[in-house]
């Protein structure tokens, strides 16, 4: 996971769009409770890295870097099916109609810098799609038909027509490691890591717009479904890390960074665009929580204890249950959703 010479983000799409934010009210904090499924254990994944859900909220995909396949989850019973054989996964996600999965592999065996497409109802893979180097954030447009993959070594984004597999002309951004598309798919955000910054794209010129300061070394990257704020995870040390910063994607401009746990990188927000649930890393891989966020007041909950180093999280369709997948723990805990 370390191939860059730091920890790889941990990048989270899921495929459903969700409601729209209705207007800010009071509320309670919605504060997760941890609780496990099927037997009532964790469930055993070896190193699980990303994770995405289908829109029926059936199934979890999880990618696993070490053994390169790509695990399928029966969300029911918890119960894992046949692993899917790709190359080096590092990211993943599930067309808005739950036809498809794609999967990004940055390693550098036979099928590293593609993306593998999986055809969801039978579990097979299709012809690895040639993209630019060390790809490791994917995101797919809210209307199924397109998908742009971050290549960090190669600083660029490479668009897939997803329709007939074929590749457009790469777009020139600095060091992309994770990537956000707004829910009417216009614009893409796009972290440039060591910058410290969020670049805009407009997707239909593929111009890029002003970059976005935020805090050290931005990992992760979640819009509201409302496609009013972006919520900006900062791993880096010290100043501005151990931070979320809000951005107000009509102006671009930030608000104050929320404090969360130790080396923050996953993000995914509740369809209902209510809650925040952070990642906490840890710093030398020693994390083992969740943060929670109160995206209307903008603080964090008590922390959710969870596996050893969590670095993907996912939410279900219907906002009842997050799975979080812990990278050393070797495990997928989930919790409910209160």
């Not at 495929?15 to 609780?35: D, I």
């Not at 289908?54 to 999880?62: E, F, H, K, L, W």
């Not at 695990?71 to 046949?82: F, H, N, Q, S």
Request: charged letters at 10%.
């Amino acid at each position: 996971m370390t191939r860059l010479g730091f920890a790889r983000p941990a990048i989270v799409v899921t495929a459903a769009v969700a409601a729209a934010v209705t207007a800010p009210a009071p509320m309670a904090f919605a504060q997760g409770r941890v609780s496990a499924i099927g037997s009532g254990m964790p469930i055993h994944i070896l190193a699980p890295g990303a994770i995405a859900i289908t829109p029926n909220g059936r199934s979890a995909y999880v990618a696993q870097e070490g053994p390169g396949t790509v695990t399928p989850i029966t969300l029911a019973t918890g119960k894992t099916r046949r692993p899917i054989m790709v190359g080096h996964p590092s990211a993943i996600a599930i067309t808005p109609n739950g036809a498809s999965a794609y999967v990004t592999n940055a390693g550098h065996s036979g099928t590293g810098d593609t993306v593998t497409p999986i055809t969801l109802a039978t579990g097979r893979t299709r012809r690895p799609i040639r993209v630019g180097l060390d790809p490791i954030a994917i995101a797919i447009t809210p209307n199924g038909k397109t998908a742009y993959v971050a290549n960090y070594l190669s600083n660029s984004l490479t668009p897939i027509t997803l329709a007939t597999g074929k590749t457009g002309p790469a777009i020139r951004v600095r060091e992309p490691s994770a990537i956000a598309i707004t829910p009417n798919g216009r614009t893409a955000y796009v972290i440039n890591y060591s910058a410290g910054t969020v670049t805009p794209i407009t997707l239909a010129t593929r111009k890029l717009g002003r970059p976005i300061k935020v805090g050290a070394e931005p990992w992760g990257i979640a819009i509201t479904p409302n496609g009013r704020t972006a919520f900006v995870t900062n791993h880096g040390y010290p100043g501005t890390g151990d931070t979320v910063t809000p951005i107000n994607l009509a102006t671009g401009s930030t608000a104050r960074a929320i404090k969360v746990g130790r080396g923050p990188g996953a993000i995914a927000i509740t369809p209902n665009g209510k809650i925040a649930y952070v990642a906490d890393e840890g710093s030398n891989y020693s994390g083992n929580t969740v943060t929670p966020i109160n995206v209307i007041t903008r603080r964090a909950g008590r922390a959710i204890r969870v596996g050893s180093v969590p670095d993907a999280i996912a939410i279900t369709p219907n906002g009842r249950t997050a799975y979080v997948c812990n990278g050393l723990g070797n495990t997928v805990t989930t919790f409910r959703i209160s």
